[in-house]
Nanobody, 124 residues
Framework: QVQLVESGGGSVQAGGSLRLSCAAS????????MAWFRQAPGKEREFVAG????????YYADSVKGRFTISRDNAKNAVYLQMISLKPEDTAVYYC?????????????????WGQGTLVTVSS
């Protein structure tokens, strides 16, 4: 079956960095658009970043532009989220998601596969 397994979360001070990884299995990885979403306590899940099938085009939420970088390695069936200059408002559970939709979507309903999430906590 399809599995998306996130790793790399943790606790960091404001201004610090983390790199999230998502390992995919059970699906033709290079045929799927990949994205990261996050959900903070008491808030709705929101789009963070997405990357097209080839890895050639990336899209970001305004709140993370210039600080986060999404990338993928189709040979390793993995997608990454490099996060720098972290802020307390970045604290959330981060989810990896996959879709066969033709392009990156900011709408979580377009994504059929989800990981279990990894917690990122940024302290001030």
């Amino acid at each position: 079956q399809v599995q998306l397994v996130e790793s790399g979360g943790g606790s960091v001070q404001a201004g610090g960095s983390l790199r999230l990884s998502c390992a995919a299995s059970g699906l033709p990885f290079s045929s799927h658009v990949m994205a990261w979403f996050r959900q903070a306590p008491g808030k709705e899940r929101e789009f963070v970043a997405g990357v097209d099938r080839s890895g050639g085009r990336a899209y970001y939420a305004d709140s993370v532009k210039g600080r986060f970088t999404i990338s993928r390695d189709n040979a390793k069936n993995a997608v990454y989220l490099q996060m720098i200059s972290l802020k307390p408002e970045d604290t959330a559970v981060y989810y990896c998601a996959a879709t066969t939709y033709y392009s990156v979507s900011y709408d979580s309903r377009e994504y059929g596969y989800w990981g279990q999430g990894t917690l990122v906590t940024v302290s001030s």
